[in-house]
């Protein structure tokens, strides 16, 4: 148990479209689930918390009205990356809550053109 | 807030030695200390974890051990394998409340075959 997944794995964009990057727990409901932004070589940089139902938290630093996160449901919250640019290029990796145990997505590799 | 410190950020083995990784942590609230192993382009997956209230764990190969007073946690690999090879992440947090895990910078774990 206790499966998230993503969905792109991998996306290619161009400068000042927008991406959407899901996430969803498969075998359990998770109240909370958290985004994060791995450089190379890096370690996970918190972005937000996203909890169902409610409005996201965003870290010190984290633009949110250019990361928007919905957690509409217990098992599927999303990350869309609005009007992309070539900085914005990344891992974005997300990670669901079971009881405070904490699992993670295989990452989505972002590259904007 | 929490602040965790991991070293080393590079261990390099032979195939069947031990590794060791340390990890220490600020907040003596901390109850909840993970470990995760990334491999390459891939997310972090969830190897073993230990709380408080256990100074070690172990899992066939791979223990972990805390210390409390000093707050410091090791993970222990014994006879490392080729595969055991990634980058090797420590976690601490409380899992009272909202449980938001703090990290360490991650270390590059090479097994020489």
């Known amino acids: 148990g206790a499966v998230v997944s993503q969905h792109p794995s991998w996306v290619i964009c161009k400068s000042g479209t927008s991406v959407k990057i899901e996430c969803r727990s498969l075998d359990f409901q998770a109240t909370t689930m958290f985004w994060y932004r791995q450089f190379p070589k890096q370690s996970l940089m918190l972005m937000a918390t996203?909890?169902?139902?409610?409005?996201?938290?965003?870290e010190q630093g984290v633009e949110k009205d250019k990361f928007l996160i919905n957690h509409a449901s217990l098992t599927l919250s999303t990350l869309t990356v609005t009007s992309a640019h070539p900085e914005d290029s990344s891992f974005y990796i997300c990670s669901a809550h079971r009881a405070y145990e904490q699992y993670f997505g295989p990452g989505t590799r972002l590259t904007v053109t | 807030g929490e602040n965790v410190e991991q070293h080393p950020s590079t261990l390099s083995v032979q195939e069947g030695d031990s590794a060791v990784i340390k990890c220490t942590y600020s907040d003596s609230a901390s109850n909840y200390f993970p470990w995760y192993k990334q491999e390459l382009g891939k997310g972090p997956q969830l190897i073993i974890d230990?709380?408080?209230?256990?100074g070690e764990k172990k899992d066939q190969r791979i223990a972990v051990t805390l210390n409390k007073t000093a707050k410091h946690f090791s993970l222990h690999i014994t006879e490392t394998q080729p595969e055991d090879s990634a980058v090797y992440f420590c976690a601490a947090g409380s899992s009272g409340g909202s449980y938001i895990p703090t990290f360490g910078r991650g270390t590059s774990l090479i097994v020489h075959p």
């Open positions: 230990i709380r408080s209230n256990v």
């Open positions: 996203s909890n169902e139902g409610s409005k996201a938290t965003y």
